[in-house]
């Protein structure tokens, strides 16, 4: 068979990019196929300094635009300075059997943009929690086997945070931290001699704060600590697809970037038991096409690229490519959230801090740690949050008039912290994804429908968030402490993962230790969508390493002459 490429990856965001990179600088000519429109860094970012005051409506979505056009994405960080980065619910439509909130970036660089940067290595506390409690199947791995590429993406990509010596939550290749208030310090302090096993360590960011020679030499510096990041950054000091991956890939000059294309379905031929082509459709003329590769990487985010599985059926697989097991669209994932608290730090008038820290304090899992402890939940949950002071806003609303109330103005405020959980979901197979079987977009593709739930586990893990967060917060001295405790919507953390997962037999699980498709060999899934578990901490940070190691696997598979 001739082909086109070596490799076609779908998808440019954060596994996509790495994908393209890890690809091209092995040799292979690689297609990089988005649907969205191209986004080009430090072109492309047209409010990253628009002032404040240049912008409309403060920032804020107006009602009807937010109710015709954002009912979803709202739930997002959406505003007027970054609009144009999130899909318009009206023209991408789905189906919520039960609500579920979907957010998407179709653009080169997808959701690589506007993620909040929080990056945590897994341990095999996370790899092994499915195996120990029965719930899900086994991860085929271990993180002996994932801790090189974690080493490998920290390294590229970035990660500014400390060396914490957390068995559970493994140090990594680290750029310094940003540092923790005065405040923050203290709370620290407080907290760990009354808990014993509880910790509050500087978050852990894709921020820049001491580049390496290549980060340089791609054009990225320092993080400006600006709170900007979501506009686009054209010191490229966060890591996305347009200041990294795709720079790198592109220098190999192996890379072809295809925007502006849907991805219809995938080719299955019986006979080689391969892809054998990817259906294109171009989003202006609708024009159609296919396009052949050795090896195609699927990347384009948890349900999208299980909505493009599922689409792509013959008389093999008529459930969806590769799909024997029956498990494609099963086991839906996202974290939990709404269990917290908050409260007022006294004193501390003469600190302060200095620009806007992309992160601040994380408080890493403590409970079902060494063993199962006597709680009405299995897994577990951290905290992110931090300090910050009040500033001329909270007087801004109060009565006053001449030269004191002026003075007032210019005076910072009390010392506020916070803190609020996100906990790990457990893998059950009623929380699934399916395709619709009337209702199709523009392109011939069936709408994904969506049907996931919180359950019991979930619910009780909120409530003991906020009770837990509230006996520290209490413990540090804090007062007016306030406890939160309201499960959300599954998809509002933006966390999903699951539908297409690895596990070691190819009868319960869709791929295998290397994201390989057990019944399609040429076909690789890398994004969340080959999780078998959430774990409680961000997850972008094992899309990367588990991207590279299945491409490193990939190339040794074609030289071998396998693939």
């Known amino acids: 068979?001739?082909?086109?490429?070596?490799?076609?990856?779908?998808?440019?965001?954060?596994?996509?990019?790495?994908?393209?990179?890890?690809?091209?600088?092995?040799?292979?000519?690689?297609?990089?196929?988005?649907?969205?429109?191209?986004?080009?860094?430090?072109?492309?970012?047209?409010?990253?300094?628009?002032?404040?005051?240049?912008?409309?409506?403060?920032?804020?979505?107006?009602?009807?635009?937010?109710?015709?056009?954002?009912?979803?994405?709202?739930?997002?960080?959406?505003?007027?300075?970054?609009?144009?980065?999130?899909?318009?619910?009206?023209?991408?439509?789905?189906?919520?059997?039960?609500?579920?909130?979907?957010?998407?970036?179709?653009?080169?660089?997808?959701?690589?943009?506007?993620?909040?940067?929080?990056?945590?290595?897994?341990?095999?506390?996370?790899?092994?929690?499915?195996?120990?409690?029965?719930?899900?199947?086994?991860?085929?791995?271990?993180?002996?086997?994932?801790?090189?590429?974690?080493?490998?993406?920290?390294?590229?990509?970035?990660?500014?945070?400390?060396?914490?010596?957390?068995?559970?939550?493994?140090?990594?290749?680290?750029?310094?931290?940003?540092?923790?208030?005065?405040?923050?310090?203290?709370?620290?302090?407080?907290?760990?001699?009354?808990?014993?096993?509880?910790?509050?360590?500087?978050?852990?960011v894709a921020n820049l704060t001491q580049p390496t020679e290549e980060q340089l030499q791609l054009g990225r510096a320092p993080c400006q600590a600006r709170n900007q990041c979501n506009r686009g950054c054209s010191f490229g000091a966060y890591f996305s697809s347009q200041s990294s991956t795709l720079p790198a890939a592109e220098r190999t000059g192996n890379l072809t970037l295809l925007p502006d294309t849907v991805v219809h379905s995938l080719v299955h031929d019986p006979i080689s038991k391969r892809v054998s082509a990817v259906r294109l459709i171009d989003t202006r003329t609708k024009a159609s096409r296919e396009v052949r590769a050795r090896i195609v990487f699927v990347c384009a985010s948890t349900l999208a690229s299980t909505q493009l599985l599922l689409n792509s059926m013959d008389e093999i697989f008529p459930n969806g490519i590769g799909n024997s097991s029956g498990v494609l669209g099963r086991y839906l994932m996202d974290h939990v959230w709404g269990g917290g608290a908050s409260g007022t730090v006294p004193g501390f008038e003469q600190s302060f801090y200095r620009g806007r820290r992309p992160g601040a304090v994380y408080v890493p899992r403590f409970r079902n740690v060494e063993s199962t402890d006597a709680l009405p939940?299995?897994?577990?949950?951290?905290?992110?949050?931090?300090?910050?002071?009040?500033?001329?806003?909270?007087?801004?609303?109060?009565?006053?008039?001449?030269?004191?109330?002026?003075?007032?103005?210019?005076?910072?405020?009390?010392?506020?912290?916070?803190?609020?959980?996100?906990?790990?979901?457990?893998?059950?197979?009623?929380?699934?994804?399916?395709?619709?079987?009337?209702?199709?977009?523009?392109?011939?593709?069936?709408?994904?429908?969506?049907?996931?739930?919180?359950?019991?586990?979930?619910?009780?893990?909120?409530?003991?968030?906020?009770?837990?967060?509230?006996?520290?917060?209490?413990?540090a001295g804090l007062t007016d402490v306030k406890e939160d405790a309201e499960d959300d919507t599954p998809g509002v953390v933006i966390h999903e993962v699951g539908t297409a997962r690895m596990g070691l037999d190819p009868r319960t699980s869709y791929l295998n230790a290397f994201s390989q498709s057990h019944d399609v060999p040429n076909l690789f899934v890398t994004d969340g969508a080959a999780f078998a578990s959430s774990s409680c901490v961000n997850p972008s940070l094992t899309f990367m390493a588990l991207t590279a190691r299945a491409a490193d696997y990939a190339v040794t598979q074609i030289k071998a002459g396998r693939l």
Not at 9 to 30: D, N, R
Not at 162 to 186: C, K, M, S, W
Not at 436 to 451: A, I, K, M, N, Y
Request: glycine share 12%.
């Open 377 to 475: 939940f299995l897994r577990g949950y951290g905290y992110q949050g931090g300090s910050s002071r009040g500033s001329w806003g909270s007087v801004g609303a109060k009565a006053g008039i001449g030269e004191s109330f002026k003075a007032q103005l210019g005076r910072p405020g009390g010392w506020g912290f916070s803190i609020g959980g996100i906990g790990e979901m457990l893998p059950r197979y009623e929380n699934h994804v399916s395709l619709d079987p009337r209702q199709r977009d523009e392109f011939g593709v069936p709408l994904l429908r969506v049907s996931c739930e919180y359950s019991d586990n979930e619910r009780a893990m909120v409530r003991d968030m906020a009770k837990a967060a509230g006996e520290m917060l209490r413990a």
């Open 1 to 204: 068979m001739s082909y086109d490429f070596d490799a076609i990856v779908i998808g440019s965001g954060v596994s996509g990019g790495w994908a393209a990179k890890e690809l091209t600088e092995k040799g292979l000519k690689t297609l990089v196929v988005e649907r969205g429109r191209n986004v080009r860094h430090r072109i492309d970012y047209p409010t990253e300094s628009t002032p404040p005051w240049a912008i409309p409506f403060n920032a804020r979505i107006p009602q009807a635009e937010r109710d015709r056009d954002y009912p979803t994405q709202i739930r997002g960080q959406l505003s007027q300075y970054n609009k144009h980065f999130y899909v318009k619910d009206s023209e991408r439509p789905y189906v919520q059997e039960k609500p579920f909130v979907w957010i998407r970036g179709d653009q080169v660089g997808g959701k690589s943009l506007l993620w909040a940067r929080q990056v945590y290595r897994w341990s095999d506390l996370d790899f092994s929690a499915n195996a120990k409690d029965g719930h899900g199947t086994d991860w085929p791995l271990r993180y002996r086997d994932i801790a090189p590429w974690y080493d490998h993406v920290e390294r590229f990509a970035g990660v500014a945070g400390n060396r914490d010596g957390i068995a559970h939550l493994p140090d990594g290749v680290f750029q310094p931290a940003f540092g923790l208030t005065d405040p923050e310090l203290f709370i620290k302090s407080k907290v760990e001699a009354a808990f014993p096993g509880r910790y509050i360590i500087n978050a852990r």
